[in-house]
């Protein structure tokens, strides 16, 4: 079962970006992902990570079916850059954790130990816990919004048969689907554009790992993988 922390409304607002394009950004902070601002200084290690070491790690992924420019990591605090991390649960491993009271996910891996990746969780009222699985998985998916947004909100509705994946689509590179018994519970694991996000609670109940993150973690990934979401 999942319990939310509030009435989670995953076609919430949406607002227009210049001729012809929705607002990424917008749609981020008000159907189910979001966006918030952390500006940091450029020059900081975190647990031995230099940060011209999270620039590489970061780096851009020319190879992408839409090229992937580098994340700006100045604007990341360095605890949130992908490490591998001590941890200690009775869950399998490959099970994915998240953890948004601390804005981390985990992916468990052997011997007790996990990767861990910095997030952006559901803002106050929209955090949600509970055990879910990947139900189904993709790359560069087509986003489509829900009748509720193109409701409120009519300059969706061009998108009403689909918004094909790309660099403006708001569910990014990568994206995870989280199921219970069956159904689509609306919320997804997803590849965030906008490292200003991590380690913000800002979101409609979707949780957002930095593109590079979200390519690492799906590529370890298959269908039916269990994912935990823990209490705020």
């Not at 509720?148 to 909100?153: L, T």
């Not at 109940?205 to 705020?232: N, R």
Request: glycine share 14%; net charge positive; with cysteine.
């Amino acid at each position: 079962m999942i319990t939310r922390g509030g009435n989670a409304d995953v076609g919430e607002t949406r607002r227009m970006a210049g001729p012809g394009l929705l607002d990424r950004r917008s749609f981020l902070v008000g159907s189910a992902v979001g966006v918030g601002a952390l500006g940091l200084g450029g020059c900081a290690v975190s647990d031995g990570m230099s940060f011209a070491e999270a620039q590489r790690l970061y780096g851009p992924a020319p190879e992408e079916k839409f090229p992937i420019p580098a994340a700006d990591i100045s604007k990341v605090d360095p605890k949130y850059y992908r490490r591998t991390v001590r941890y200690d649960t009775k869950e399998a491993p490959g099970t994915i954790i998240v953890d948004p009271g601390n804005y981390y996910v985990y992916r468990v891996e052997e011997g007790g130990n996990a990767t861990r990746y910095g997030a952006n969780v559901g803002r106050d009222g929209f955090r949600w816990s509970g055990d879910a699985y990947v139900g189904r998985k993709a790359e560069w998916a087509t986003w489509t919004p829900p009748k509720e947004m193109i409701k409120r909100q009519p300059e969706a509705a061009k998108y009403a048969r689909g918004m094909p994946g790309g660099l403006e689509n708001p569910l990014g590179a990568r994206t995870l689907y989280l199921y219970q018994n069956g159904a689509y519970t609306l919320y997804t694991i997803y590849a965030s554009s906008e490292p200003e996000s991590i380690g913000s609670g800002i979101t409609s109940g979707c949780v957002g790992l930095l593109s590079q993150d979200m390519i690492h973690l799906y590529s370890q990934t298959p269908v039916k993988t269990k994912v935990v979401v823990l209490p705020a």
